[in-house]
């Protein structure tokens, strides 16, 4: 069975400093992993994935993501914050099923001036 | 902007009303989803549709009820509802099927309160 772990319900950063967003997942079929944002009163937005080829993948707004097989993590990363990254981000991976996703708890960023 | 609609945005309704949730995906996809979003709880997949039939179906009470009526429209109608039913019910839609890639594409949503 899929299942992902997001570390952290919370991350405080400020404006200007590294986002690292943790995400460790278990899948019984080849991982397909994606970042979802979701902005306050709205639905989610998909950032980027990854389904196969290079490990590091780059996504909208700055952000990228690197798959560690021997890590089973997918860890969100974006060099400098803005305040508009302030939301909520949910990693997710494809059930076995293929048509389904399981998603993470999410994590809350907050972004100080 | 988004490729799947949701109406409405906002619904408040009481316990013994009968109203629908409607969605509407413009991406061509061959599947379609409906999620409830609670506070403090994750995403719960609710009804998944492929090809506009139903296959899977995670153990929602009956008061919640799905219509797929072709690919692009998705119908949640709902019945005698809960205070702890209000939620955010999010339609999705995603291409199933051989090399398709399986991302899922997300409404903005349709916020309910149940009173």
């Known amino acids: 069975a899929q299942s992902v772990t997001q570390l952290g319900s919370h991350v405080s950063v400020s404006e200007g400093a590294l986002v690292l967003l943790r995400c460790n997942y278990s899948?019984?079929?080849?991982?397909?992993l994606f970042w979802y944002v979701q902005y306050p009163n709205q639905g989610l937005q998909l950032l980027l994935k990854?389904?196969?080829?290079?490990?590091l993948v780059k996504g909208i707004n700055g952000f990228e993501a690197e798959f560690k097989k021997s890590e089973t993590s997918f860890h969100l990363t974006k060099p400098s914050a803005h305040m508009s990254d302030a939301a909520e981000y949910f990693c997710?991976?494809?059930?076995?099923?293929?048509?389904?996703?399981?998603f993470g708890k999410g994590t809350m960023l907050l972004v100080s001036p | 902007e988004t490729g799947v609609t949701q109406t409405p945005r906002h619904l408040v309704m009481g316990m013994t009303n009968k109203k629908s949730l409607k969605c509407e995906q413009h991406?061509?996809?061959?599947?379609m989803y409906w999620y409830k979003q609670s506070a403090k709880k994750p995403l719960e997949l609710m009804f998944v549709?492929?090809?506009?039939?139903?296959?899977e179906n995670n153990s929602v009470p009956s008061r919640f009820s799905p219509e797929c009526p072709n690919s692009s429209h998705l119908f949640l109608h709902l019945h005698t509802l809960q205070p702890e039913d209000s939620a955010l019910y999010l339609c999705?839609?995603?291409?199933?099927?051989?090399?398709?890639?399986?991302?899922?594409?997300f409404g903005e949503g349709s916020w309910l309160t149940v009173v």
């Open positions: 549709y492929n090809f506009k039939e139903q296959t």
């Open positions: 899948s019984s079929v080849p991982p397909y």
């Open positions: 997710a991976v494809r059930n076995s099923g293929y048509s389904t996703l399981t």
């Open positions: 991406l061509g996809h061959n599947a």
């Open positions: 990854y389904t196969t080829g290079a490990t």
């Open positions: 999705a839609s995603s291409q199933v099927g051989t090399g398709a890639g399986n991302t899922i594409y």
